[in-house]
Structure formats: structure tokens, C-alpha cells
């Protein structure tokens, strides 16, 4: 299939899975969560599907800037969908299928960067790999930090809105964005590790932002996750390293990925 029609069709079915949990939540219904994920999984096959067509190309992988950014959206919905088999996460799809939606468009229609094939080599496509769950499970955490913010202000002024009223209790949300937080440190320091072993110089000129970046943002969860099991940490203190980690990564990858691909190439 085109790559063009898979994309749409993904964009379509995020958007009309965003419009029906919308819909219930406006009337204070739940959402049916056999639907959500339903959906969520026809939007994610088309997806992949897609990515299958813009990442792989004859001379190796070609990771340009929107694809890289619809990779890890798919990402982070696949990591979702599986984790709303197990605990009350469905919520955060809310904030993902648009996500999604607005990634693989963009994927699809702007322009790519100038960027240098990647060689499959098992190494490095590991490394490539964890990094892309990594980004993809601290990104779960930072949209579930925000919306504990958002809960945790509108209770306290006792105006809470449709889609708060549907969420779990603070102390379960707490719970899950530690949850994530543990799994996506445990991931980054995986993606580390593979990429000292596998890359032949982490501080290479064309690496030593990300890494850098990524070592501080490694750091910056790392004290997150002693304070809260030694200090007792939560609540917005949690929220603000939580944001502050993300920022850090995102920056690593994104920023150094935009500088290379777009300014440095004006």
C-alpha cells in the first residue's frame, strides 16, 4: 500500500478516536476501552506501516527530524495501548492519538533534513532502539505529570472538570507516573550503555550535544527517583524534576537532530 493512504488512514482513525473519547468524556461518560484500543491499534498498524516505507531506504535507516518524531509517537501509543491492558492509563490517549495524528502527517509532508544513512548493524540498531522506547516511556511519564498538575490543581479548587472526574485517585496517579519513571530511567541507562559499547566515540562532534544532554537528563531522574524513596518527594517537586528530565532529552535529540538537519543547512 502507498505509503501516502496508510498515513491518512492513521491520521484518520487517531483523529476519530480522539473525537469519540471526547464525546463520552464531554458527557461524563467512560469511554469504551475495548473501542479506544481497538482503534488505537488499526491507527497504529497504518502507522507502522508508513514509517516502514519512510525509514527504511537501500543504502541503511534514514532517521530525518519528522520521522524520528513519528517514530516516537508511535512509540509512546504503542507503550500506552499495552499499559491500558493493566492499569487506568487511557486517559493520557486523550493527549496521544493527536499526537500521533499531527506526527504522521508531518512525516509524511514536510520536507526531509539533510541527514546520513545509519548502517543496520545489530549494535547500533539496538542502541537506536532502546533510545526510541527510552523517549518513549519518559515522555509517558512527563504527559502524566501534567496531567497530575492538572488534577491536583482543579481538586484543590473544587471544580473538576469531565475528564479529571474520570481519572484514577492521586495517590494512583502518582503511583503510575513512578511507574514510568523507573522503566523509562531504566531504558535511558540501557540506551547509554549500548551506545558507549556499540558508537565508536559518544562525544564524536555530531554526538557530543545529545550526549551530554542525555547524561544530564540521566542524572536529573536519577535524583528524582532517590528523592522520592529516601526524602519522600511528590506532588509538584516531583512534577518539576519530572518536566525538567524531559526537557533535557528532548532537547538532546530534537534539538541537536533540528540543528543538524535544518540550520546548520540553510
Excluded at 146 to 165: E, T
Excluded at 197 to 211: C, I, N, S
Aim: proline fraction near 4%; hydrophobic fraction near 55%; aromatic fraction near 10%.
Amino acid at each position: 500500500m502507498h505509503p501516502l493512504l496508510t498515513s491518512l488512514a492513521a491520521a484518520g482513525l487517531y483523529a476519530s478516536a480522539t473525537a469519540y473519547q471526547s464525546f463520552q468524556l464531554s458527557r461524563r461518560v467512560t469511554p469504551d476501552k475495548r473501542l479506544l484500543i481497538a482503534l488505537g491499534l488499526l491507527a497504529l498498524l497504518g502507522h507502522a506501516l508508513s514509517l516502514f516505507h519512510q525509514l527504511l531506504s537501500p543504502s541503511g535507516l534514514s532517521i530525518d527530524f519528522f520521522s524520528a518524531a513519528s517514530l516516537i509517537s508511535a512509540a509512546v501509543i504503542l507503550l500506552t495501548l499495552l499499559a491500558c491492558l493493566r492499569i487506568p492509563v487511557e486517559n493520557l490517549l486523550l493527549l496521544f492519538f493527536p499526537l500521533g495524528c499531527v506526527t504522521v502527517l508531518l512525516a509524511q509532508f514536510m520536507p526531509a533534513g539533510a541527514i546520513r544513512p545509519i548502517d543496520e548493524e545489530p549494535g547500533i540498531l539496538a542502541h537506536i532502539l532502546l533510545s526510541i522506547t527510552a523517549y518513549g516511556m519518559l515522555t509517558i511519564a512527563a504527559f502524566q505529570s501534567l496531567l497530575l498538575l492538572l488534577q491536583d490543581h482543579q481538586l484543590k479548587h473544587k471544580h473538576p472538570s469531565g475528564l479529571i472526574k474520570n481519572f484514577p485517585p492521586l495517590q494512583t496517579m502518582e503511583s503510575l507516573l513512578f511507574g514510568f519513571l523507573w522503566a523509562g530511567w531504566a531504558l535511558l541507562s540501557l540506551s547509554l550503555l549500548s551506545g558507549a559499547l556499540f558508537l565508536e566515540d559518544l562525544f564524536a562532534q555530531h554526538l557530543v550535544h545529545k550526549t551530554i544532554l542525555s547524561c544530564f537528563a540521566w542524572v536529573v531522574f536519577a535524583v528524582l527517583l532517590w528523592g522520592r524513596y529516601q526524602l519522600g518527594w511528590r506532588g509538584h517537586k516531583a512534577i518539576r524534576w519530572t518536566l525538567a528530565g524531559f526537557c533535557l532529552l528532548m532537547l538532546a535529540y530534537f534539538g541537536s537532530k533540528l540543528v543538524r538537519e535544518f540550520i546548520l543547512h540553510l
